[in-house]
């Protein structure tokens, strides 16, 4: 089925863009309470504007260009039954980032407060979330090649500025850093010890502190168990990529955060796969220059690394109980 960008009209009068492949079963859905969080206190909601859309990045790309209308522009669309002309950046693809992305996070370091973000907020939009978003949708679409199973969504891969300080000392609102994360379809998109989430690809832009990466990070218990169990299991297959010598000289050994001093319990010291069980993470990855960073290549770049670094991750996925895809469904 082809896929669809619709615009809702909400109870309140303000309006909802979405993408689907199924336009009345989703905007079922959204009257059900089961659509977006946004519409589930404006309902009843009705269907406004359809549009088609070749493929699923696509349709992802002219989402974001219709939300970053005014009300008014997108009323007019809705009357002319017509997209309307968007500016040159809206949908345009991944132009790279400029220093201003970098300059922008640097100040943020030092000027962490609720009140100077707001009163540059737009430099963040334009100068660093508008191109992330962008540079998603171009990864997704060289993914969908490379890595099927894995993607990239402008809604949910980029993680939020906004840090969670309930239980931090460090009460500075905002990250001083912007990243994404590529994950497996059947998985999600969660990470760390309090997600079931699977192995994927990660993008971190900072000054002094660019990097890309793979793996899973900090996995809760159960998945942890399923990683040493295929490391017992499938030792030999496992040391075959990680210690290839062209994974070795691009992306160095695996990171070594927060490993065991000894062994898991159950597992005798002279284990043969004792060199691996006392890893809590399982992620490669390597640092990236401010220029290479800020470099109109920066796509390529990612997309190059991601796809030597694909084994590794559908490794890590198999053991965990996720597919590999010769092909996007």
């Not at 030092?110 to 660093?128: L, Q």
């Not at 994360?181 to 998985?187: K, L, S």
């Not at 971190?204 to 809760?220: H, I, N």
């Amino acid at each position: 089925m082809a896929w669809t960008v619709y615009l809702l009209r909400c109870a309140d009068g303000s309006l909802y863009t979405g993408i689907s492949r199924e336009v009345q079963r989703r905007l079922r859905a959204h009257n059900g309470g089961r659509g977006a969080a946004y519409t589930r206190g404006r309902r009843p909601v009705t269907l406004a504007y359809t549009e088609p859309a070749a493929d699923r990045s696509a349709a992802l790309r002219r989402e974001w260009a219709i939300k970053q209308l005014s009300h008014g522009e997108k009323e007019a669309m809705i009357t002319r039954r017509q997209p309307p002309a968007v500016g040159p950046r809206a949908g345009a693809g991944f132009a790279g980032f400029r220093p201003a992305a970098l300059r922008f996070l640097r100040e943020l370091r030092s000027r962490n407060t609720r009140t100077w973000f707001e009163s540059n907020r737009a430099i963040y939009e334009r100068e660093v979330k508008a191109p992330f978003l962008a540079l998603i949708e171009d990864l997704d679409v060289a993914l969908a090649r490379t890595a099927p199973e894995i993607v990239g969504d402008p809604r949910r891969s980029m993680f939020r500025i906004h840090r969670d300080v309930r239980f931090s000392r460090d009460k500075s609102p905002y990250k001083t850093h912007a990243a994404c994360w590529f994950y497996h379809m059947d998985a999600g998109r969660g990470v760390g010890s309090e997600a079931e989430g699977g192995a994927g690809f990660y993008f971190q832009l900072a000054p002094g502190d660019c990097v890309l990466g793979a793996g899973v990070w900090m996995p809760p218990r159960g998945s942890l168990a399923k990683l040493r169990q295929a490391l017992v299991d499938d030792q030999e297959g496992f040391e075959t990529i990680v210690l290839g010598r062209r994974l070795g000289r691009r992306f160095g050994t695996l990171d070594q955060e927060a490993m065991l001093s000894r062994l898991p319990r159950g597992y005798s010291p002279d284990h043969p796969a004792a060199r691996w069980l006392r890893y809590q993470s399982f992620t490669l990855g390597r640092s990236l220059s401010e220029r290479e960073a800020v470099s109109p290549r920066l796509r390529q770049i990612l997309a190059r690394d991601f796809a030597m670094l694909t084994p590794f991750v559908r490794w890590l996925n198999r053991a965990l109980g996720f597919r590999a895809l010769d092909r996007r469904v």
